[in-house]
């Protein structure tokens, strides 16, 4: 890698840098949590990755002044809710900022659970841990050690790319 001297390098545009982040097609989550008094939270979330698998680690980027990301370092867990083709709706409610958004979709939250599973919703849920947190600009990347994780089979991921919802291809 080459070092470019500091007073050379200047920022993109808000504009270009989203250009540039809507041609890498991802996954799409919703990572939710709870806070001390019960309450769940949640967020679609898009910036998802794997870390390290031993321990098994990911981590999920969300925006500074978030009441999910409060509730995720209040209570030091998160779920992370993998979504499934058919699943666009959630991804779009819970991307609004909806303040009645669990109160429009079915989820569960036992005992141990990181945050809500959204039951119809989610193709595979990662229950974590808060391992570390690290702010970077307007975000703040969380680090979630894996303690569970559950699937459903036959279903397949919903992707988000070049401002549109697809789902991953057949084969």
């Known amino acids: ?19 540039f982040m809507s041609r890498f097609p991802t996954g799409v989550s919703i990572v939710t949590a709870k806070d ?8 679609t979330c898009s ?7 031993e321990p098994p680690t990911l981590l999920v980027c969300l925006r500074v002044g978030s009441p999910t990301l409060a509730a995720i370092l209040r209570q030091s867990t998160f779920a992370v809710n ?8 959630a991804a779009e409610l819970f991307a609004s900022g909806a303040a009645d958004r669990f109160d ?5 939250a036992g005992p141990g659970a990181g ?6 919703h989610a193709h595979a849920v990662a229950h974590c841990q808060v391992s570390g947190t690290c702010p970077v600009g307007d975000h703040t990347v969380v680090f979630g050690e ?14 988000y790319g070049m401002r549109s919802y697809a789902a991953w291809p057949v084969r």
């Open 47 to 53: 910036s998802v990755c794997s870390v390290a698998l």
């Open 82 to 89: 993998l979504l499934h083709e058919g699943a666009q709706p």
């Open 104 to 108: 429009r979709v079915r989820w569960a």
């Open 146 to 159: 894996v303690y569970q994780t559950s699937r459903q089979e036959g279903q397949r991921p919903l992707l």
């Open 36 to 43: 001390p008094s019960g309450r769940p939270w949640g967020m």
């Open 115 to 120: 945050g809500p599973h959204l039951l119809d």
């Open 1 to 19: 890698m080459t070092n470019v001297p500091s007073d050379s390098v200047t920022g993109a545009s808000l504009a270009d840098y989203r250009s």
